[in-house]
């Protein structure tokens, strides 16, 4: 009687498994009945496993459909960057093509811009040595008064301006004249500049004789007048000679023996060598590797 109503305590413990047997109420137990009750106890082990099992294999296979929406998702979006990369490496290269054309272009425009105004520049030194060349052989005397004089007569004052200046010089610079004049032809009313004397020698040696003269005395004059002798030269070529002026005027007072040569360059003796530049900057150059020179051109260069 007593066993039943152990048993019957047990059924009733399985239907309410939640409540566990104390502990006395275990050792009382029959071999048999412990037994039953081990029995039972592991399969409700078993089947809560099993419950939590088929949990853990739910959830891990719905996290594992959410990573694999989430990757193909991800796939997809790795695929639209992937395209708008190779889009983008396709404009830009685009771009740089069209780029390296543009700058090809520059460069040919660039050349040809430098050709052309290389060219430019080699006709306008033509055209100014050919007007140099043309007009070598001609002074102008500036300075002397008006007067009612006719060519020979413009011819004698240039007779008198060399006798009172150039009383040394031989004559055979005047015997090789061939023009005499004023410049321009007519009097402008408008103008309150005096007249240039045009003188057109016929060779280019006596030109240079007699203005190196009006350089050495310094002080032209005529009747007392001062009056200048100038060579008849383009813009560009008589601003370049000037530019040497006050060179020239400094090397003269150190015995250098300078001498401005056609059209504008500058010659000078240095360390027993003569020496001839043509602008400034190399000459400039060759001063840098000459100390007394240096102290000579110090302010000048």
Same mark, same amino acid.
């Given at each position: ?12 413990? !399985? ?6 047997? %104390?502990?006395?109420?275990?050792? %009382? ?43 193909? !998702? ?5 695929? !639209? ?9 396709s404009r830009i290269q685009g771009a740089e093509e ?54 020979? !007569? ?31 032809? *007519? ?12 003188? *057109?020698?016929? *060779? ?23 009056i200048r002798l100038s060579a008849e030269f383009s ?31 500058? %010659? ?34």
């Amino acid at each position: 009687m007593k066993r039943q109503r152990t048993i019957t305590q047990m059924r009733e413990k !399985e239907k309410t498994p939640e409540k566990q047997l %104390s502990e006395e109420e275990i050792l %009382s137990l029959q071999e048999k009945d412990f037994r039953l009750l081990m029995v039972k106890m592991m399969q409700d082990i078993g089947n809560k496993l099993e419950a939590k099992m088929d949990n853990l294999q739910e959830t891990l296979t719905k996290e594992i459909q959410d990573i694999k929406l989430k990757q193909e !998702e991800m796939q997809n979006t790795i695929t !639209e960057i992937k395209n708008s990369l190779e889009a983008a490496n396709s404009r830009i290269q685009g771009a740089e093509e069209r780029i390296s054309e543009v700058e090809d272009r520059l460069v040919e425009i660039t050349d040809a811009e430098q050709k052309r105004e290389k060219r430019s520049k080699r006709n306008e030194e033509s055209l100014r040595e050919l007007w140099d060349n043309v007009k070598r052989t001609n002074i102008h005397i500036i300075g002397v008064p008006e007067g009612e004089e006719r060519e020979k !007569e413009t011819e004698k004052r240039f007779q008198e301006i060399r006798a009172e200046n150039f009383p040394n010089m031989g004559k055979e610079s005047l015997t090789q004249m061939q023009a005499a004049q004023r410049v321009p032809y *007519k009097i402008n009313p408008r103008r309150n500049t005096l007249r240039h004397i045009l003188i *057109k020698l016929t *060779k280019i040696k006596d030109n240079e004789k007699i203005l190196e003269a009006a350089r050495e005395k310094k002080q032209i004059t005529y009747k007392g007048t001062p009056i200048r002798l100038s060579a008849e030269f383009s813009t560009e070529t008589l601003q370049a000679r000037r530019e040497w002026r006050d060179i020239l005027n400094v090397m003269k007072g150190k015995n250098l023996q300078p001498r401005l040569l056609y059209p504008a360059r500058l %010659s000078f003796r240095c360390e027993g060598e003569i020496k001839t530049f043509t602008d400034k900057q190399k000459l400039k150059e060759f001063n840098n590797t000459k100390p007394a020179l240096q102290q000579i051109l110090k302010e000048l260069l």
